[in-house]
């Protein structure tokens, strides 16, 4: 099962197989955690709403079709539209994605090299702040979460040519920022 793709795992998802239930997850759900993490910046919260995006993905794959967007496009989608509804119930807004990064170190436990991650990562989050929340997504699929430009436009529900647009502005942006401190 482990060699299955996506589309063969939700057939079997939806012929009723636990198993492919579980790979799904296990295949998706540490990305699909990071980019929650990315958003709400608590990583409780970030736990709890993943877990709400596997249980709508349960939920939701019996009515599944794969009309021209990869699984995990529609799998994003539904933790974007959760993350947005959870802050629509929260009358809040997001201020800076990118949070889940910390703390992820291949550094081998060097403290000083834990240290440098992390005031790199603190000024990333400073510098995110300053884009625009349409760019701070897009950023946030294509790079914390390595999502293709099709898949992040899928997700968004915007064109490759407004993807690439917002990407090349935030990063512009990103880049101005990180220059100046």
């Known amino acids: ?52 995006i596997f249980a709508h993905m349960v939920a939701s794959l019996p009515g599944y079709r794969p009309l021209g967007v990869p699984f995990r496009a529609w799998l994003y989608r539904i933790a974007h539209n959760l993350v947005v509804d959870h802050y629509r119930k929260q009358s809040s807004h997001v201020l800076v994605p990118l949070h889940c990064a910390e703390g992820l170190s291949a550094d081998g436990g060097n403290p000083a090299a834990i240290v440098e991650h992390r005031l790199t990562m603190e000024r990333v989050r400073h510098a995110l702040a300053g884009l625009d929340p349409a760019q701070r997504e897009v950023v946030a699929l294509r790079f ?6 099709q898949e992040v436009a899928l997700t968004l529900g915007k064109t490759i040519t407004a993807v690439k647009s917002l990407q090349h502005r935030g990063l512009v942006v990103l880049r101005g920022a990180l220059k100046q401190e």
């Not at 057939?11 to 955690?33: P, T």
């Not at 914390?144 to 430009?149: A, E, K, Q, Y």
Request: charged fraction near 25%; include cysteine; glycine fraction near 8%.
């Open 1 to 52: 099962m482990l060699d299955a793709s996506d589309a063969e795992l939700v057939g079997c998802a939806q012929a009723g197989d636990v198993n492919a239930v579980g790979e799904l997850y296990d295949r998706h759900h540490i990305h699909i955690f990071r980019y929650v993490w990315s958003r709400v910046q608590d990583h409780r919260l970030a736990e709890d709403l993943t877990g709400e």
């Open 144 to 149: 914390l979460v390595g999502l293709p430009l």
